[in-house]
């Protein structure tokens, strides 16, 4: 398994302002991962990268950036958040071996006012 | 075309009964991985168990199995012996191999909800 950190876990903030959510993992993994979900929904993917200096958009399209200057770490950042940014994003890397697998951090719970 | 679809919205189930979560899934490549996650309301994905397509016997992990049924398309998880701490949602995903960064696919999920 990966060890995966996100902070903040709960963030409450005002439209307009600059959001930076932290997506850390300790195993050195190139592959990593960004998901929106709306609550009891299913998962969408924003973001990828499969190394440094290496970004994607996913299948979802969205007003956030990211960024990998480091292996360990995948920073999502939404320059002017608005109430259409609530959800939780969920960040993952994948693990090695065959089976590909992603291992999950535990989540950012954004609210927007 | 959904990819993957997970039909039941919610199930119930009583402590210590099996139960099976649906999925189906939908791919023209003969290389692709299946995924089950389990999410408690707590939030985070907690990988459960993992099917490769050319896996010639069912996956299992413990409580978990999977009911890979490969002509069907379908790739059922199967809980035995239910627990309280199994309530949640469970998310099937594929991963395809035309998908170079191990991207995954999620269906909508299924609510599980295990009475004492």
């Known amino acids: 398994e990966a060890d995966i950190y996100q902070t903040p876990r709960y963030l409450v903030i005002g439209t307009g302002k600059k959001i930076t959510l932290e997506c850390s993992q300790t195993?050195?993994?190139?592959?990593m991962y960004w998901y929106q979900q709306d609550p009891g929904m299913e998962l969408h993917l924003i973001h990828y990268?499969?190394?440094?200096?290496?970004?994607e958009k996913g299948d979802l399209s969205s007003e956030s950036t990211v960024s990998r200057i480091r292996t360990e770490h995948f920073p999502l950042t939404l320059e002017s958040a608005r109430p259409s940014h609530t959800s939780q994003y969920l960040c993952?890397?994948?693990?090695?071996?065959?089976?590909?697998?992603?291992?999950f951090g535990p989540g950012t719970r954004l609210t927007v006012l | 075309a959904q990819k993957i679809t997970q039909t039941q919205p919610g199930m119930f189930v009583q402590e210590k009964e099996a139960v099976t979560l649906d999925c189906t899934y939908d791919?023209?490549?003969?290389?692709?991985?299946l995924f089950w996650y389990k999410q408690p309301s707590s939030g985070e994905m907690i990988f459960l168990i993992y099917?490769?397509?050319?896996?010639?016997q069912n996956a299992t992990e413990g409580r978990y199995s999977l009911n890979f049924q490969k002509a069907r398309k379908s790739a059922n998880l199967v809980i035995s012996a239910s627990q309280l701490g199994d309530s949640a949602m469970y998310f099937c995903?594929?991963?395809?191999?035309?998908?170079?960064?191990?991207?995954?696919?999620f269906g909508k999920g299924t609510m599980l909800l295990v009475s004492p």
């Open positions: 993952a890397c994948t693990g090695t071996g065959v089976t590909d697998t992603q291992y």
């Open positions: 195993m050195g993994h190139d592959k």
């Open positions: 990268s499969y190394g440094v200096n290496s970004t």
């Open positions: 791919t023209s490549d003969p290389s692709y991985g």
């Open positions: 099917q490769g397509s050319y896996d010639q």
């Open positions: 995903a594929m991963r395809e191999p035309n998908s170079g960064y191990s991207t995954l696919t």
